[in-house]
């Protein structure tokens, strides 16, 4: 897992560099969930997210788009997806736990995923990505 | 400054045509030398993009707040041709009516100063922060009111008074509302948020007004030296963040659908008269309605904390008036003599509607619209009026806050929450936040200067120095 925040001057950027596809979507989850909660996130109950999109980063927006809508509405920390892609469709067997303000207060709300330079680039060294978290 | 950008006035510049291929008008910005200073290329290079959408009107515009955002810059102003032209997501923000109001009190400082009791109270009061929820449980029934009736639904409801909706942009909600365009997961979103503050740059912060510069205005706006103020900064909540992202993903299909050439994807858009762009429409302003029912709720939470520590009534603490600054609306300006239509775009912009303008106070006609400019985390915040200038050069608009000069990567590095705090009280300012990172994220020195800012704009005369408020207490998401 290899993900880092680099300057942006209004929101949050996050470069993620994998092996594989599915490990660049699963890392991107990680950091969203990290600039929203914070590090400390368990995975004590499991949930499973399907996404379908025409191309491969719109998928990865619609993936992380849809954590943002759970995670919101069910009040769901996740500590983990593991993620399966074929053509157009993503399944993710995701972990994670409750909210509680005293542990997942130490982050910032993210309002959006942008669709600012987002493009899934690979070479021999694998998988990357800019990703901008609309704060 | 940057090359190929001219100079046309103290303080505004232009972007020529050509800037980038198929600009339809030219850029213009308004901006001091030493604001020029933190300029990024690539904001300018934004507001010369949206100036090539279809039926963009007369410039592209931004303020001496802007900064690089998503497709528009922050900052920006752009009004669009009913008939020929487009309504854009980026042009407003994921943060629907994101915008700001301000309470007036009988109080002086030092019925406030040190009375940290009050910030934690407020702190508990008001939800702030990631995951916060209300206490209030709407209906799915009363959420679609809220949607269509904004501030007016809540004042109804017994959270507000009439002449809250007196001193609110659009009387507190915008009729052309369509809750059936908000989908069911923006509405999950919104049932339990009413009345919470957010995170990031949102806050409500107990201000003093130290100085008047207009006293007239001043006293029609119903600030005096010496008064307790209490400015409250918040949005639509994930309800309006998830109608921009469901609109994002339609609007980007339908700009390939209407052949609308874009040099940016993030300018997708549809024309305002298409079936896409109606239902949009429809969707921002039921979200802006919801921020504005959201302000309201925050609102009579402050009040009641201020009755039972204070004794003071709910009429003792009025509404000056409240601002949208993310927000798409028509109105009616006039355009080489005549009057016509427009959809004006406000992202990171305030309206600033002078004198004798329609859809300001009856009481306030000779004197022009509040503005109310937020400084940051323990800068000065202002309250200015608006102008017939204004009217004229920026379909009366003008800046909205500070603007951003440091990344969050660098304040994480350079700054520590805790010597913010520290530094904030020796200057008496109390600061509450769930954790040091919100704070330190939120620093002064993270933002342009909003005096320089606001400078700017009195200076060009896009609306005029009223007073300053200087931050007594803040609690932040």
């Given at each position: 897992m290899s993900y880092e925040e680099v300057p942006h001057t209004a929101d949050v950027k996050i470069r993620i560099h994998a092996r594989t596809l599915e490990e660049l979507f699963s890392d991107a989850c990680e950091a969203l969930m990290t600039v929203m909660y914070?590090?400390?996130?368990?995975?004590i109950m499991k949930r499973e997210i399907a996404v379908t999109s025409p191309h491969i980063d719109s998928l990865l927006l619609d993936f992380l788009s849809e954590i943002l809508f759970i995670s919101d509405v069910e009040g769901i920390v996740f500590s983990k997806a593991v993620v399966h892609i074929a053509g157009q469709n993503l399944s993710a067997e995701m972990e994670g736990e409750p909210f509680s303000k005293k542990i997942h207060a130490k982050g910032t709300e993210v309002k959006g995923i942008s669709y600012t330079g987002l493009s899934i680039r690979h070479d021999a060294n694998g998988y990357m990505v800019d990703i901008v978290f609309d704060v | 400054m940057l090359q190929g950008i001219i100079r046309i006035g103290t303080h505004e510049w232009e972007v020529p045509m050509g800037f980038v291929a198929g600009m339809r008008v030219p850029g213009r910005f308004f901006l001091s030398e030493s604001l020029g200073a933190s300029l990024e290329p690539g904001a300018i290079q934004q507001l010369a993009n949206v100036a090539t959408m279809p039926g963009i009107i007369k410039n592209s515009l931004a303020m001496p707040d802007i900064h690089w955002g998503y497709g528009f810059p922050i900052g920006g102003v752009a009004a669009f041709d009913l008939t020929e032209g487009v309504i854009s997501p980026g042009g407003v923000g994921f943060d629907i009516n994101c915008g700001v109001r301000l309470l007036a009190t009988p109080l002086a400082q030092k019925d406030i100063s040190g009375r940290f009791d009050l910030i934690e109270k407020l702190f508990h009061g008001v939800p702030t922060g990631v995951g916060a929820k209300s206490s209030l449980r709407v209906t799915a029934q009363e959420l679609d009111t809220m949607m269509v009736q904004g501030a007016r639904w809540a004042v109804e409801a017994g959270y507000g008074e009439q002449n809250d909706l007196v001193r609110c942009e659009e009387g507190g909600f915008m009729k052309e509302a369509n809750p059936k365009e908000v989908s069911i997961k923006a509405k999950q979103r919104g049932i339990p948020q009413g009345g919470t503050l957010g995170s990031g740059n949102h806050f409500l912060e107990l201000q003093i007004?130290?100085?008047?510069?207009d006293q007239a205005s001043a006293n029609a706006f119903g600030l005096s030296k010496g008064q307790v103020c209490i400015m409250i900064h918040c949005g639509s909540r994930g309800l309006g963040h998830q109608v921009c992202t469901d609109h994002l993903k339609v609007l980007e299909g339908a700009a390939r659908k209407y052949q609308i050439k874009l040099p940016d994807r993030q300018l997708a858009c549809a024309p305002i008269s298409s079936v896409e762009g109606k239902s949009y429409f429809g969707a921002m302003a039921a979200s802006a309605n919801y921020a504005w029912a959201n302000r309201q709720l925050i609102t009579h939470t402050t009040r009641h904390i201020f009755k039972k520590m204070?004794?003071?009534?709910?009429?003792?603490?009025?509404?000056v008036y409240d601002v949208a600054h993310n927000v798409a609306k028509i109105e009616e300006h006039v355009i080489d003599g005549r009057k016509i239509k427009l959809c004006v775009h406000r992202k990171g912009a305030t309206r600033s509607f002078g004198p004798n303008t329609a859809d300001i106070p009856d009481k306030l006609s000779s004197v022009g619209q509040p503005v109310i400019i937020p400084g940051s985390m323990g800068t000065p915040s202002f309250v200015l009026r608006g102008t017939s200038k204004a009217m004229e050069r920026t379909f009366g608009s003008t800046c909205h806050g500070a603007g951003r000069v440091m990344s969050r990567t660098q304040a994480k590095k350079t700054l520590s929450g805790k010597e913010v705090v520290a530094s904030l009280a020796r200057q008496g300012i109390l600061v509450k936040a769930p954790n040091e990172a919100a704070i330190a994220d939120e620093?002064?020195?993270?933002?342009?200067s909003s005096e320089e800012v606001v400078r700017v704009v009195h200076e060009v005369g896009l609306s005029l120095l009223v007073a300053r408020l200087q931050p007594l207490g803040v609690i932040k998401g």
């Open positions: 914070g590090t400390s996130r368990k995975g | 007004v130290n100085h008047i510069y204070f004794g003071i009534g709910y009429e003792e603490m009025p509404l620093a002064p020195e993270v933002y342009k």
